[in-house]
Nanobody, 114 residues
Framework: VQLQASGGGLVQPGGSLTLSCVAS????????MGWYRQAPGKEREWVAHIHSSGNTNYLDSVKDRFTISRDNVKNTVYLQMHGLKPEDTGVYYC?????????WGKGTQVTVSS
């Protein structure tokens, strides 16, 4: 299984970005896909995840600003981010959890700065 994330960049506070992550390889019908982020000097933190059924969960600090979605046909998970704040800056990683195994992609950098 391989995960490829994209969509990061530099954005001003209040701006928006959409991240994408495509999973390839043997992907089971039942799985969880999610996003984590790691700010400089901090540990990686969970941001959101979405079950193959469509159920979602969010970190409280992003709940009203970020939306996670997925396309099960394309094995792709998205993270729409609005109202970005400097504290959202970090490397964003996508994760796939299936059959008790975790898979990670290389991160994509998100920088929120004026």
């Amino acid at each position: 299984v391989q995960l490829q994330a994209s969509g990061g960049g530099l954005v001003q506070p209040g701006g928006s970005l959409t991240l994408s992550c495509v999973a390839s390889g043997t992907i089971f019908d039942i799985n969880v896909m999610g996003w984590y982020r790691q700010a400089p000097g901090k540990e990686r933190e969970w941001v959101a995840h979405i079950h193959s059924s469509g159920n979602t969960n969010y970190l409280d600090s992003v709940k009203d600003r970020f939306t996670i979605s997925r396309d099960n046909v394309k094995n792709t998970v998205y993270l729409q981010m609005h109202g970005l704040k400097p504290e959202d800056t970090g490397v964003y990683y996508c994760e796939l959890l299936q059959d008790t195994k975790n898979y990670w992609g290389k991160g994509t950098q998100v920088t929120v700065s004026s």
